[in-house]
């Protein structure tokens, strides 16, 4: 099995994001997000920074359901 590179990981956890964001209402927990994604928590928190770094998700950390969606 061939390993995803970490860019096709962080699309995958800002389409999800989004879906979700847009079913709900509200953001999902990470804990949540990585039963979402199948990802472990140290993959999925790594995804997490780094959408932040590129200014496609803010969030607050040590807060729960604090992630928004700044780009589309």
Request: proline share 4%; hydrophobic share 35%.
């Amino acid at each position: 099995m061939a390993k995803k590179s970490v860019q096709e990981e962080q699309k995958k956890v800002f389409t999800i994001l989004k879906a979700y964001i847009s079913e709900k209402g509200f953001a999902p927990t990470e804990r949540e997000l990585c039963e979402l994604t199948g990802n472990p928590r140290s993959t999925l928190h790594a995804c997490l920074v780094r959408l932040k770094y590129e200014g496609m998700i803010d969030y607050i950390p040590q807060k729960s359901r604090t992630i928004r969606i700044l780009a589309e």
